[in-house]
């Protein structure tokens, strides 16, 4: 089980991975998510390192929207 998880009360799947959308978000507004503690798991660096770039993405995106 991932600690910080418990402590954050975030929304997790049945095998305890915190449950993030598309942009990793969580169910926590401005808590964000990737790689192997999100679904579906551990994964190769590769494809870790590409879900980070998408949730940077996000999180510039959402940023940005907020000082709009």
Same mark, same amino acid.
Not at 10 to 20: H, M, N, S, Y
Not at 23 to 44: E, I
Not at 54 to 61: C, E, P
């Given at each position: 089980?991932?600690?910080?998880? *418990? !402590?954050?009360?975030? &929304?997790?799947? =049945? ?7 598309? !942009?990793?978000? *969580? *169910? ?20 870790? &390192? !590409?879900? !980070? ?7 510039? =995106? ?5 000082? *709009?």
């Amino acid at each position: 089980a991932l600690g910080f998880v *418990s !402590g954050l009360g975030l &929304a997790t799947d =049945r095998d305890a991975l915190v449950e993030v959308d598309a !942009g990793g978000r *969580s *169910s926590l507004t401005g808590v964000y998510a990737a790689g192997d503690c999100t679904p579906p798991g551990p994964q190769q660096i590769a494809v870790a &390192a !590409g879900a !980070g770039a998408t949730v940077a993405d996000a999180i510039n =995106r959402d940023l940005v929207t907020l000082d *709009s």
